[in-house]
Each structure stands twice: as C-alpha cells, then as structure tokens.
C-alpha cells in the first residue's frame, strides 16, 4: 500500500482482556518496529523485526506483549490481560534495510483500557 | 534512563519568528540524528536528519545544527508559520540499523 496502515484506530477494552493489533507496512518494507506513547511521554520502543532475522523484543515491558510478523508482511501485536497502565497509542512504522532515516510511521491505535 | 533528552516540553512562538527546538543526548555511539514532527491524530513524519560527521543540515526553512561535543542538537524554524504548531520530536540511532531512540517531545505552538 502507499502508507502504513493500522487497525482499529481506536480500541477500548477491559481490563483483563486480550487486545491484538495490526499493522500493514508499506510493500517492500523488511524492516518493521513497534512504538507506543503513553499520556506525556516520548516514543518508547517495543519490538523491531528485520526480515528473516530474529526479533528484537529488547523493549517488550512485560511478558504479556508479544508480537509476530507474517510473512515478513503483516504484524500482529498482542497484548494479554490488559492494565489500565497498558493504555496508550501504539505506533507501527516500517523502513527498508532496517535504516533508521527511512521510518514511517502509521497513524498509531489509541488504546484505553478501562 | 533516558538517552535523548527534550528539556522543553512546549514551546511558543509568534508568526514570522525564529522557533529553535533543543536535544539533549547521553549515548556517544549515536551518529545519526532525525527529528520528527506530529500532528494530532497522525504518526509522527520525518522532518530533517544529520550525520554525525556534520554539524549543520539545511531544508529549506528548517535548519538542524549538531554540537557532538556537547551532545547537543537543535532545530531551528525560520520563518515559523502556524502550520507548524505540532509535537516535534527528536530522535537518535546507533549505526543506522537500531531502532530510533526518541525524545518525550516538544509542542511548538506558533501564534498568528
């Protein structure tokens, strides 16, 4: 596609239950990262895959996140018994070749744990 | 702890003035540095970038300015235009294949 496309926009859940979230990169894009921003803070890193290689989960905050990539295409990031402390907007971005200066970003999902 | 570092959680400045937005950074290993700017409701987009082996990296208004010896970066806007009030963030990378390091942000608001 022409960006990188995440869905649901907006997801409201209960604390307690599991939320998975999706993100669609640009074609052709092998690298893929995982951010979110919480209320009043920067962009905190999560995951980074780089095509076949093995993920860098180095940014996961606990073991109830995790995420996988298809294909080398799509990502599906989970996230199992939510907290309230969970919510936040969580960002996909892709690159190729794994270069930092050609990140972009999707639109990010705004998740509220309630 | 916190490797990029943007002191100035918002900033305010009048149309037609000069908006210079500060980072701060720890880690001597990053010699690739990028801002990125947010709108609302939207993922932040690639501004401007910098090599470490330079100091200065100009487009258009936008101009970056990197001091390796004082870890310390800015982003100066002239002239700034109300279009440009949005969250500016900076971010850092080690050798082009890490994930970015990004500050909190800066919200610049310019007045008209």
């Known amino acids: 596609g022409a960006g990188v496309s995440q869905s649901p926009s907006n997801k409201v859940t209960e604390k307690g239950k599991d939320v998975e979230l999706r993100c669609d990169p640009i074609?052709?894009?092998?690298?893929l990262y995982w951010y979110r921003q919480s209320l009043g803070q920067g962009l905190e890193f999560l995951i980074y895959?780089?095509?076949?290689?093995?993920?860098?989960k180095s940014g996961l905050p606990s073991d109830r996140f995790s995420a996988e990539r298809t294909g080398g295409s799509v990502s599906t990031l989970t996230i199992q018994r939510t907290q309230q402390e969970d919510s936040a907007v969580y960002l996909c971005?892709?690159?190729?070749?794994?270069?930092?200066?050609?990140?972009?970003f999707g639109s990010g999902t705004r998740l509220t744990v309630v | 702890d916190q490797q990029v570092k943007q002191n100035s959680p918002s900033l305010s400045v009048q149309e037609g003035r000069i908006s210079i937005l500060n980072c701060d950074y720890t880690n001597s290993m990053f010699d690739y540095f990028l801002w990125y700017k947010k709108y609302p409701a939207e993922g932040p987009t690639f501004l401007i970038s910098i090599s470490s082996i330079k100091d200065k990296n100009e487009d258009g208004r936008f101009t970056v300015f990197l001091n390796k010896s004082a870890k310390h970066l800015s982003l100066h806007i002239v002239p700034s235009q109300p279009g440009d009030s949005a969250v500016y963030f900076c971010a850092a990378s080690n050798s082009g294949n890490t994930p970015l390091v990004f500050g909190k942000g800066t919200r610049l608001s310019v007045i008209a």
């Open positions: 971005a892709s690159s190729q070749e794994g270069r930092s200066y050609g990140y972009t």
């Open positions: 895959f780089q095509g076949n290689s093995a993920p860098d």
């Open positions: 074609s052709g894009h092998t690298a």
